[in-house]
Structures are given as structure tokens and as C-alpha cells.
Nanobody
């Protein structure tokens, strides 16, 4: 069984910074691509950033230059550093990871979500 546990959400003022982390644990052979998504009230879940096992990254246009995704493969953990936060960044943030549990089995797993609120 695999779990993704997120931490680091909270309330921050506009222009502030916040860091999220997400650790994968359980019967893991290898963690491949990892990503952060977010979902604002009444909206669909959108991709924020992705990172490959080798460290290649991609970002949504709305967060480029402000957010940084990184990972520590020794800890099966992905991070999201968010700077210059805006009210429109308010959402529940979810981590996602493609995890191989056996040589022939790879599935996508989700974290439980963590609330980020940007407000004065």
C-alpha cells in the first residue's frame, strides 16, 4: 500500500511565501514523475508543476517565475516553494506521483490535499 502525505499549507498574505511538501511511503519500488495540482472552489483541478525523476520541470504559465518544484529521491518527497503569492493562488493543493510498486505495475497516487489561502 502506498500513501502520499502532504504538509505545509496555511494562510499567507499577498506577496508572501509558503512551502509545501509531500512524502510517499509504503511498498515502493520507484517513484517516477511527481506533480502538484490545485483546485479552487467551484473549479476543476489544474496542473501546477511537474518534475521527472531526473529533475526536469514544467510549470503552468500562471505560476512560472514564482513557484519552484523540487524533489529528494532519497526521501521519495516532492516540494513546492511558492513565492509572490496572489489571492488567485488560493486553492487546495494536491500532490500526485506515479509509483512503481512491482516491475510491471505503475499507478498514479494522490495526496489528501492541503489548503493554501492567500488573503490580507
Amino acid at each position: 500500500q502506498v500513501q502520499l502525505v502532504e504538509s505545509g499549507g496555511g494562510l499567507v498574505q499577498p506577496g508572501g511565501s509558503l512551502s509545501l511538501s509531500c512524502a510517499a511511503s509504503g511498498s515502493i519500488l520507484v517513484v517516477n514523475n511527481m506533480a502538484w495540482y490545485r483546485q479552487a472552489p467551484g473549479k476543476q483541478r489544474d496542473l501546477v508543476a511537474t518534475i521527472t525523476r531526473g529533475g526536469s520541470t514544467n510549470y503552468a504559465d500562471s505560476v512560472k517565475g514564482r513557484f519552484t518544484i523540487s524533489r529528494d529521491n532519497t526521501k521519495n518527497t516532492v516540494y513546492l516553494r511558492m513565492n509572490s503569492l496572489k489571492p488567485e493562488d488560493t486553492a487546495v493543493y494536491y500532490c500526485n506521483a506515479r509509483i512503481r510498486t512491482t516491475p510491471l505495475s505503475e499507478y498514479a497516487y494522490w495526496g489528501q490535499g492541503t489548503q493554501v489561502t492567500v488573503s490580507s
